[in-house]
């Protein structure tokens, strides 16, 4: 019965997570992901801490997975981040880009 529960839990979680992020515009969806970094970086660690408690190698194979799929996606997150913000930087004159305070 527990596990008809979390297989539950789980495809309703899918189901919810596909609304939630279709629903935002192209427009906020780089800056929604880039703010989603942080709750990357809590995944990372709490799958670090099941690989830790981890007693069977089923457990630890999941874990270990998780957390190369959690990096994953918290670097690509980082470097999704680092290219929008290069949009707002200007060109100098000798074709380099620069940020505004830059002088």
Do not use: Y
């Not at 427009?27 to 690989?51: D, E, K, Q, R």
């Not at 997150?77 to 000798?94: A, H, I, Y």
Request: aromatic letters at 4%; hydrophobic letters at 50%; proline letters at 2%.
């Amino acid at each position: 019965m527990e596990a008809i529960a979390i297989i539950s839990i789980f495809v309703l979680a899918i189901f919810v997570g596909f609304e939630v992020v279709s629903k935002v515009s192209s427009t906020l969806h780089t800056p929604l992901m880039s703010g989603a970094n942080a709750i990357h970086g809590v995944i990372l660690v709490g799958a670090i801490i099941v690989a830790d408690h981890s007693e069977t190698p089923l457990e630890l194979g999941l874990s270990v997975a998780a957390i190369i799929l959690a990096t994953v996606n918290m670097v690509g997150g980082f470097v999704v981040t680092d290219r929008m913000l290069e949009m707002f930087k200007g060109k100098s004159k000798d074709g380099s880009t620069k940020s505004k305070g830059d002088k």
